[in-house]
């Protein structure tokens, strides 16, 4: 008879790979066959998910252990191919249960697709979650490997390391450019992975209680290093609405009075990081008139609202004004006259005399505030 010890030095870890999965078989079998099996493999989740991962590694191994004990004809009742038989016994077993608790039957090669999705059908399926079990609930159910949300703490983890910096004054981002396009590059995905786990939770939570407590948990940050999944989801989502505020308040400062738009935010940012820094750019947003609206608008904070400071050189403003008036009439060409037309009265008002008419447009209000000298 072989030496079981040498064969598993020649095995290179397979041997061992094989004890530990008869071991998670049994377990997720002796779940599958009870009758509280859903209960049982939520209690044993993280078998269930040892399972899935190993799974490949696991058929290679059988296929392996077999080929070379045939080949070099090994005992069948040496231990490494006696462990191989059961754990090949098992498997058939585990996949014939799986293929009934899903209602769907699966082939020989479906092992691992066929956990995954009965993982999934386990965990995500509707449920009343009291209020003593939201967090033990959501700990259950949100495992930190699930994809979506490793993507959503890489992303999180960069938002930090950049919105966690102190700001450059009230309306400057810490950052470089090449940061800010990186930023820029990976909101899509971090966002819409952050957005499914948290869909994954609102389809557990039956009444939405659960969800509503994490949100809220979600408003301040982390004491310690974040471990578990939910853990992880508060990190993310507490870096996503903390990047978020202080885009916002970066734009909401450097261009009242125009309302942006959601899809607006990006483009203006770069525009504004490099007005900040003194380098030639545009607002970009394929919009000549709307380019000129947030630029006017972005002069205008910058302009002095005190008689001391006033005259203002302006003449350069007058085509930008010009192109801005074709949105005449619209909210924020509304807003922006209202605020040129009474800074136009603060910078007249020493000189006891009106300011010119008419004042029907933005380029006579700028002409009215360049004229003021």
Same mark, same amino acid.
Do not use: C, H
């Given at each position: 008879m072989v030496d079981d010890a040498s064969v598993r030095v020649r095995l290179e870890g397979r041997a061992e790979l094989l004890d530990?999965?008869?071991?998670?078989?049994?377990?997720?079998?002796?779940?599958?066959?009870?009758?509280?099996?859903?209960?049982?493999?939520?209690?044993?989740?993280?078998?269930?998910?040892?399972?899935?991962?190993?799974?490949?590694?696991?058929?290679?191994?059988l296929a392996h252990v077999l080929k070379r004990g045939h080949a070099e004809e090994w005992d069948p009742r040496a231990g490494v191919m006696a462990t191989r038989a059961q754990v090949e016994s098992l498997r058939a077993e585990l996949l014939a249960l799986i293929s009934r608790r899903l209602d769907s039957p699966l082939d020989d090669q479906s092992l691992r697709p066929g956990i995954e999705a009965l993982e999934t059908q386990?965990?995500?399926?509707?449920?009343?979650?009291?209020?003593?079990?939201?967090?033990?609930?959501?700990?259950?159910?949100?495992?930190?490997?699930?994809?979506?949300?490793?993507?959503?703490?890489?992303?999180g983890k960069r938002a930090e390391a950049?919105?966690?910096?102190p700001m450059q004054g009230p309306?400057?981002?810490?950052? $470089?450019?090449d940061e800010l396009d990186e930023f820029i590059e990976a909101w899509p995905d971090g966002v819409a992975s952050l957005d499914a786990v948290w869909q994954?939770?609102?389809?557990?939570?039956?009444?939405?209680?659960?969800?509503?407590?994490?949100?809220?948990?979600?408003?301040? $940050?982390?004491?310690?290093?974040?471990?578990?999944?939910?853990?992880?989801?508060?990190?993310t989502e507490f870096w996503r609405s903390m990047a978020v505020s202080k885009m916002d308040q970066v734009l909401n400062e450097r261009l009242a009075p125009i309302v942006w738009l959601e899809h607006e935010r990006f483009p203006l940012l770069r525009w504004l990081w490099h007005r900040e820094h003194n380098l030639p750019a545009k607002p970009g947003l394929n919009h000549e008139a709307?380019?000129?609206?947030?630029?006017?608008?972005?002069?205008?904070?910058?302009?002095?609202?005190?008689?001391?400071?006033?005259?203002?050189?302006?003449?350069?403003?007058?085509?930008?004004?010009?192109?801005?008036?074709r949105l005449r009439a619209t909210e924020d060409w509304v807003r922006l006259h209202d605020e040129l037309r009474l800074l136009v009265r603060v910078v007249w008002a020493p000189r006891r005399v009106r300011a010119p008419e008419p004042q029907d447009t933005l380029e006579d209000l700028v002409r009215a505030l360049r004229d003021s000298g």
């Open positions: 530990a999965t008869l071991l998670r078989y049994r377990v997720l079998v002796n779940a599958l066959k009870s009758w509280r099996w859903k209960a049982r493999l939520r209690a044993n989740v993280v078998v269930f998910q040892e399972v899935a991962r190993a799974q490949d590694a696991v058929d290679e191994a386990v965990l995500t399926a509707p449920r009343l979650v009291l209020p003593g079990q939201r967090w033990s609930t959501a700990v259950e159910v949100l495992p930190p490997n699930v994809p979506e949300l490793q993507r959503a703490v890489w992303f950049l919105f966690g910096r309306a400057r981002l810490p950052m $470089s450019l994954r939770l609102v389809r557990i939570d039956a009444t939405g209680a659960m969800v509503r407590f994490l949100r809220r948990r979600a408003r301040r $940050s982390l004491t310690s290093p974040p471990k578990s999944g939910p853990e992880l989801l508060l990190y709307r380019d000129a609206l947030f630029e006017l608008a972005s002069t205008l904070v910058d302009l002095p609202r005190t008689s001391e400071r006033a005259p203002l050189v302006l003449g350069g403003l007058i085509p930008i004004a010009r192109a801005a008036d």
